[in-house]
């Protein structure tokens, strides 16, 4: 009840749907944010790709291709995209770093057999791996700051270094991955982190972001491990890879949503309906980020300290682009924004946390202020 009286409650922007607790982000006399009155999040757009470019990028290359497949619908389209469209020979490639949810696991399988691609799976120590996020979220407990909560995801950011290497080793000169859409931006994560507005849009490629950026980022947290000494524990190594991973690793990659443009609904509909794909119903209504069990919890503590989540990102920039109607967005944020409890058990389970204390403690936390 206390969340969605927060979400419900909070101002937003008359135009679109971003709150005024949004990090950085000004309201004119009319309550219009700065997102709608200069069109930041997406400066960057390529809206001048197209399909015939794609074609032009990958006509001098082999068939053989790696493609990225985590098991959300959006991978899972692109693996069928780069096959059936393309007809390409793609490669799946999956790194299972121990939140991948079981749902996801199965659209991966069921993706690859009904296409005849063959699936490489790389695993990492995970029980290791959840340990550290057990770790870091009872450390971040002790100073909880919305730029920190990025640290619960750093585990999965060596699914980078892994394609670059599986791409060696196969021989493989181009690879896709089922991101690109301006969707994606969450400008928030580096707006918390200290980095500037205009320095803070990715669309899903984070070695984009400029360097002034990147060192913001390793300055807030490098200040804010010495100020909770908790932090610095044993996933310190594993942090720092990911940071190194993440921002400076030299990767090459197609972004196929750069490309291609396909509604959720009419993506979303086509897989379950051709290839019968697995909806989490645990996750709710939406399904990016379905396949990702922290998920829930990340929206968790982005809803109770800040009132909104990246779905509120996601959706506002729709309304912006008149891809739907702003009441619309607004109610599949409050679904959406609402906490899942099957869902946070789920993660609770995984990693080896008590889901009374935690939730307790996150329904004690007060609003955040920069």
Same mark, same amino acid.
């Given at each position: 009840d206390k969340v969605y009286s927060k979400l419900i409650n909070i101002k937003r922007c008359n135009k679109c749907l971003i709150p005024t607790s949004y990090p950085k982000i000004k309201f004119d006399s009319d309550g219009i944010c700065t997102f709608c009155n200069q069109n930041l999040s997406t400066k960057n757009n390529l809206n001048d790709l197209n399909l015939d470019d794609l074609k032009n990028i990958i006509s001098n290359n082999s068939k053989k291709c790696l493609v990225g497949l985590s098991g959300g619908f959006d991978s899972c389209y692109a693996l069928y995209f780069v096959k059936e469209i393309l007809k390409l020979e793609p490669?799946?490639?999956?790194?299972?770093?121990g939140l991948t949810t079981d749902i996801a696991r199965m659209n991966q399988s069921i993706m690859c057999q009904k296409l005849n691609v063959e699936h490489i799976i790389r695993t990492d120590n995970m029980s290791q791996k959840r340990e550290y996020i057990k770790e870091n979220i009872k450390a971040w407990f002790r100073r909880p700051h919305p730029g920190l909560i990025p640290l619960f995801m750093a585990g999965d950011k060596k699914f980078l270094h892994f394609e670059r290497k599986l791409k060696k080793d196969l021989k493989i000169n181009y690879s896709f991955f089922g991101? /690109?859409?301006? &969707?994606?931006n969450r400008a928030f994560y580096w707006l918390y982190a200290g980095a500037s507005l205009? /320095?803070?849009f990715d669309n899903g490629d984070m070695s984009s972001l400029n360097l002034n950026t990147k060192l913001s980022l390793l300055a807030f947290y490098s200040i804010n491990f010495l100020l909770n000494p908790k932090l610095l524990n044993k996933s310190l190594l594993n942090s720092a890879l990911a940071y190194y991973y993440?921002?400076?690793e030299?990767?090459?990659y197609i972004q196929l949503y750069k490309y291609i443009k396909i509604s959720k609904n009419e993506k979303n509909s086509f897989l379950i309906n051709e290839f019968g794909l697995k909806v989490d119903k645990k996750y709710g209504q939406e399904t990016w &980020?379905? /396949?990702?069990?922290?998920s829930a919890f990340n929206n968790l503590l982005y809803s109770v300290l800040c009132g909104f989540t990246e779905m509120d990102d996601q959706l506002s920039l729709s309304v912006r682009n008149s891809e739907i109607a702003r009441d619309v967005a607004f109610e599949r944020i409050l679904n959406h924004n609402v906490p899942k409890k099957d869902m946070l058990q789920y993660f609770f389970d995984l990693v080896g946390l008590d889901s009374n204390i935690i939730l307790k403690k996150i329904f004690e936390l007060d609003s955040f202020k920069l």
């Open positions: 490669v799946a490639f999956t790194y299972d770093w991101n /690109g859409s301006t &969707r994606e205009e /320095g803070s993440s921002f400076f030299k990767y090459e &980020r379905m /396949g990702d069990g922290q």
